[in-house]
């Protein structure tokens, strides 16, 4: 029998965003390889119950993340593989007999730097040099774009490995939940959402701006509608309706009935939302930023800095086919995508 120790910091997170899905999704797929390996989830505890509770778990995490950088605080002895899900780490000294690794999720700090604070971009900078000079760390990407731009910086093939993220399979719909949400908030028709964390690097002002240029033409987009939990940074959402971070099975339910799932970020690392869009059947229109998408036939790409090519990108994908053999086909394009399947992706690279 096997150990990995695998870094759950990230769902320890307010807001643990598409990341946090990766941590969940390896942890689940792991369990389909039980039988040969056994997993310890390593991160701060969870206090939280009280003020004073969430103040000390904010603190722990501080400690882990600088302890971590320098050691393998938490891991008990004897892991075969130390894995950290972030740049948090942990990245302890070499050890004889263990395998260490990291996902690199993005370049995000350096993408777009006004998405996180001065503070942000050089933990991440510093973070990664450190993986970077680090020989023994194995280094886990997910796009082959990813790949190249990690080889760029002089790390050698040999220590880089591709992954493909998985999905949830939508067995959850909360139906009512999701109507009874719609309705507090007037919307009882046809209406597009734009589903993931708000923040500045989504491009959801541009968004707004050319889904009210696509509505005059094409009212059959109804209103725009996030849903999500509010990042790092000030977006203004200019009136337009907000739901706030719900529940899996609601979210599930809301793909489903949405028209459309637009998603146009400036940049990403790799974009979850528009294939969890597309495993339930819905139409989606994404930005070429998005690496998820690229190459699919099934989903209308625009230019993420210009409005015209958003506004006529959300009417092209409306006046896709949506009867019940177009929603099977977007369906049966994912079925691959499985959490138990970058589980096996992630222990080839570790062999």
């Given at each position: 029998m096997r150990t990995v120790a695998i870094s759950v910091d990230q769902l320890r997170r307010p807001q643990p965003g598409g990341i946090g899905t990766y941590v969940r999704g390896l942890l689940d797929g792991m369990q389909e390889h039980h039988g040969e390996w056994t997993v310890q989830e390593v991160g701060p505890p969870i206090l939280g119950g009280s003020r004073w509770g969430a103040v000390a778990e904010k603190l722990r995490g501080r400690y882990y993340t600088?302890?971590?950088?320098?050691?393998?605080?938490?891991?008990?002895?004897?892991?075969?593989?130390?894995?950290?899900?972030?740049?948090?780490?942990?990245?302890?000294?070499?050890?004889?007999?263990?395998?260490?690794?990291v996902t690199v999720q993005d370049f995000v700090w350096r993408d777009q730097p006004d998405s996180t604070t001065a503070r942000g971009r050089e933990f991440h900078e510093s973070r990664f040099q450190l993986v970077r000079r680090r020989e023994d760390i194995r280094i886990f990407v997910t796009t082959p774009a990813m790949a190249e731009r990690v080889a760029a910086e002089g790390v050698a093939a040999s220590r880089i490995f591709p992954i493909t993220?998985?999905?949830?399979?939508?067995?959850?719909?909360?139906?009512?939940?999701?109507?009874?949400?719609?309705?507090?908030?007037?919307?009882?028709?046809?209406?597009?959402?734009?589903?993931?964390?708000?923040?500045?690097?989504?491009?959801?002002?541009?968004?707004?701006?050319?889904?009210?240029?696509?509505?005059?033409?094409?009212?059959?987009?109804?209103?725009?509608?996030?849903?999500?939990?509010?990042?790092?940074?000030?977006?203004?959402?200019?009136?337009?309706?907000?739901?706030?971070?719900?529940?899996?099975?609601?979210?599930?339910?809301?793909?489903?009935?949405?028209?459309?799932?637009?998603?146009?970020?400036?940049?990403?690392?790799?974009?979850?939302?528009?294939?969890?869009?597309?495993?339930?059947?819905?139409?989606?229109?994404?930005?070429?930023?998005?690496?998820?998408?690229?190459?699919?036939?099934?989903?209308?790409?625009?230019?993420?800095?210009?409005?015209?090519?958003?506004?006529?990108?959300?009417?092209?994908?409306?006046?896709?086919?949506?009867?019940?053999?177009?929603?099977?086909?977007?369906r049966s394009s994912v079925a691959s995508l499985t959490w138990g399947a970058m589980a096996q992706q992630h222990i080839a690279g570790w062999q």
């Open positions: 600088e302890r971590w950088a320098r050691s393998d605080f938490g891991v008990a002895p004897g892991a075969t593989v130390i894995h950290a899900t972030t740049f948090t780490g942990p990245f302890g000294p070499p050890l004889a007999g263990t395998i260490r690794s993220l998985g999905l949830d399979r939508p067995s959850d719909l909360s139906g009512d939940a999701a109507t009874r949400l719609l309705d507090t908030h007037g919307v009882t028709g046809p209406f597009t959402l734009c589903a993931g964390t708000i923040e500045a690097r989504k491009n959801l002002p541009r968004l707004i701006a050319a889904h009210r240029l696509a509505r005059h033409q094409t009212p059959e987009l109804g209103p725009l509608v996030f849903v999500g939990p509010r990042g790092w940074g000030d977006v203004n959402l200019d009136g337009e309706i907000s739901l706030g971070a719900v529940e899996r099975g609601v979210l599930n339910a809301l793909l489903t009935r949405a028209s459309v799932l637009a998603y146009v970020p400036l940049a990403e690392g790799w974009g979850l939302p528009p294939l969890e869009a597309l495993n339930v059947g819905t139409r989606v229109v994404a930005s070429t930023s998005v690496p998820s998408i690229e190459g699919r036939s099934d989903v209308v790409t625009v230019d993420a800095l210009a409005l015209e090519s958003i506004a006529e990108g959300l009417t092209r994908a409306v006046a896709l086919a949506d009867d019940g053999a177009s929603r099977a086909a977007r």
